[in-house]
């Protein structure tokens, strides 16, 4: 049996499913529950750090075995083998030689299968397990901890290199990022867990990464180290970060309990699909999209998120509508070719996040100006951020091309539940937004005053439409000041959420 929610047909009831194992800060036990009505996000949610799959028991054919009992086997062995070499670790701890710097150096097209019980341990001792620029290598079936990698690198595929594939792998307890990514990368049904900054890094230091799919990795209780207290506003956390990642998909993972954010891409990505997955209880947001381009966010179920942050700039008095999926100077834009020339947010279910979405426009972020968080970095619209300047920045085409443009947004097909008995709070959980700030820096800046909240809020073809709301939302428009009833949301000049309904008292 099935039952029709808006326009996609869901199952009433889901196949057993592997619990999960991970308790995080807001209390989220086993395997996720199923909503009626949701998406297939809880049903196709990845649990697979309680369970992995087992991994070869003996070594295939023409497989190099790696003896866990000889200190540096695994190095040895790869470094004295050619090319596509399979290596068989057997079960056990392997261990690297006792140097901070020592680690796997794989060869083109190497693979590293992992028997049952196989451990690559790095002992808080040597900083990356895997690095080098060889393309085309292969983890399965492994699981690597321990490592103590420095902030902002990584300890598998320390340098970013192109066409790894990593799946059924464990990637766990270790400092840094778990994993890093390079083009055409494919990181697949695997638990990264604990890490101290990032279950993964998507970043290239040299030469674009492209084609990046994360599907069906469990992704949870990152970020242990909590930068974010250790360097206020470094933007440095996330279960997954992604850097300028030109074209990804992104689906069915569980992404849950992270210390922050769930997924942020943050600065010049683009052609992104977020698809079926499942982020629940993350400190942070969910999902936060930042000055970046062209995304499909689709199917998704969305829960409780947000609570400890949200929480904590409320307790503060900042009227700021702080929420669960946060579009930050990130728009559609057909002149940069993608799947999608818009950022279309459809189809899924939020339930009970501290606020929904916002979309927000900072009028003093643009290239070369000192507000710039993304410093050093321009539009991929302007490549060279010094072109931002007076007097040419104040005419077209660069007035529109020096910024990061929250425009052509469609949130349209969506279920937002809320019923603020469950968060315990009374005010500032109950938001949806779309606004900017008074533009005021610095004082050569052409975007002062109001213009681009008057232009995020009325002319960028930023639309709400077609959804359901449950529960005792609020609406924030233009700037922080103006917060609406569902009434005015709908009526000029803003004119929002045509066709959606709203029901106050079905949330609690």
């Known amino acids: 049996m099935v039952i029709k929610w808006r326009n996609w047909a869901v199952p009433v009831a889901a196949p057993a499913l592997l619990a999960g194992s991970c308790v995080g800060t807001q209390g989220t036990q086993g395997a996720p529950t199923e909503p009626i009505g949701a998406p297939s996000a809880t049903r196709s949610a990845a649990r697979v750090c309680a369970e992995p799959a087992a991994g070869p028991a003996q070594a295939p054919p023409g497989a190099v075995p790696v003896d866990p009992l000889v200190v540096g086997d695994l190095a040895v062995k790869t470094r ?24 796997v150096i794989p060869r083109p097209g190497n693979r590293y299968l992992g028997a049952p019980g196989a451990v690559l341990d790095g002992r808080r001792t040597n900083q990356y397990a895997f690095g080098g620029s060889a393309p085309d290598v292969t983890i399965r079936h492994l699981t690597v901890q321990g490592f103590v990698a420095p902030h902002n690198e990584g300890v598998v595929n320390h340098d970013s290199a192109d066409s790894w594939t990593i799946e059924h792998t464990t990637i766990q307890h270790n400092s840094g990022a778990g994993l890093m990514a390079g ?19 998507a970043y290239k230091a040299t030469g674009p990464l492209t084609g990046l799919v994360v599907e069906g990795n469990e992704i949870t209780g990152n970020n242990t180290d909590d930068w974010e207290r250790k360097r206020p506003g470094c933007g440095c956390t996330a279960g997954i970060k992604f850097w300028a990642v030109n074209g990804a998909d992104v689906r069915r993972n569980w992404v849950h309990d992270n210390r922050g954010a769930g997924l942020w891409a943050d600065t010049n990505n683009n052609d992104f699909r977020f698809e079926d997955n499942l982020i629940e209880a993350n400190d942070g947001a969910a999902l936060i999209y930042e000055t970046s381009y062209n995304a499909v966010i689709v199917k998704n179920t969305i829960r409780r998120n947000n609570w400890v942050e949200g929480r904590r700039h409320a307790d503060r008095g900042d009227s700021f509508p702080f929420a669960t999926v946060y579009v930050s100077e990130s728009g559609g834009e057909p002149r940069i070719k993608a799947r999608t020339d818009r950022i279309e947010i459809h189809r899924n279910v939020l339930e009970d996040n501290w606020s929904g979405i916002t979309l927000w426009e900072n009028a003093d972020r643009f290239c070369n100006s000192p507000a710039n968080t993304s410093a050093g970095h321009c539009t991929l619209l302007v490549p060279r951020a010094e072109r931002c300047a007076r007097p040419a920045i104040a005419t077209a085409p660069l007035y529109a091309d020096c910024r990061w443009k929250t425009q052509r947004v469609d949130v349209h097909d969506n279920r937002f539940e809320l019923d603020k008995s469950v968060l315990k709070c009374t005010v500032k959980c109950d938001r949806m937004a779309v606004l900017a700030n008074y533009g005021t820096y610095p004082d050569w800046s052409p975007y002062q005053g109001e213009q681009v909240a008057d232009a995020i809020t009325h002319r960028q073809r930023n639309r709400w439409r077609d959804n359901v ?36 008292r079905a949330g609690g």
């Open 80 to 103: 004295n083998n050619p090319p596509n070499t399979t290596f068989w670790l057997r079960p056990g701890a392997h261990r690297l030689p006792p140097d901070r710097y020592s680690q």
């Open 469 to 504: 709301y449950l529960g005792p939302w609020t609406f924030v428009a233009h700037d922080p000041s103006r917060v609406l009833d569902f009434g005015q949301w709908q009526s000029a000049p803003y004119d929002q959420d045509a066709g959606s309904t709203l029901d106050p």
């Open 183 to 201: 083009a055409r990368q494919r990181v697949s049904a695997s638990c990264l867990r604990g890490n101290g900054q990032y279950g993964m890094n």
